[in-house]
């Protein structure tokens, strides 16, 4: 009997921790926007515009396919230092 009472405490651990915790379940885990500057990847870019800083970090990571990876269409169409800044990061970090 205790073997068996061991064994379904066993089971049921095993179980139990394979269970899903995750609370976001058919969510996209790529965000909507670009993160917030606490969770972003830092770059030195010292001495640039923020608008080319925030380019670069969104092309760079779109390049290394992380989950930072990110494209603004809109201020890619009206923004031209966010253009210029992710397009540079995007074929800077494609090319390591």
Known sequence: MTMRLIAAIILFSM????ASM???RGKSSKPS???PPS?????NLAGYPP???DGYIDGCET???TSYGFKDKHRFS???Q???????GFSICLSK
């Open 15 to 18: 179980l139990t921790g394979c």
């Open 22 to 24: 995750d609370s976001s």
């Open 33 to 35: 926007g670009p993160l």
């Open 39 to 43: 969770t972003r990847p830092t770059y």
């Open 51 to 53: 608008a080319f800083k």
């Open 63 to 65: 390049a290394k396919k």
């Open 78 to 80: 009206k923004d031209s």
């Open 82 to 88: 966010y253009r210029n800044g992710w397009k540079d």
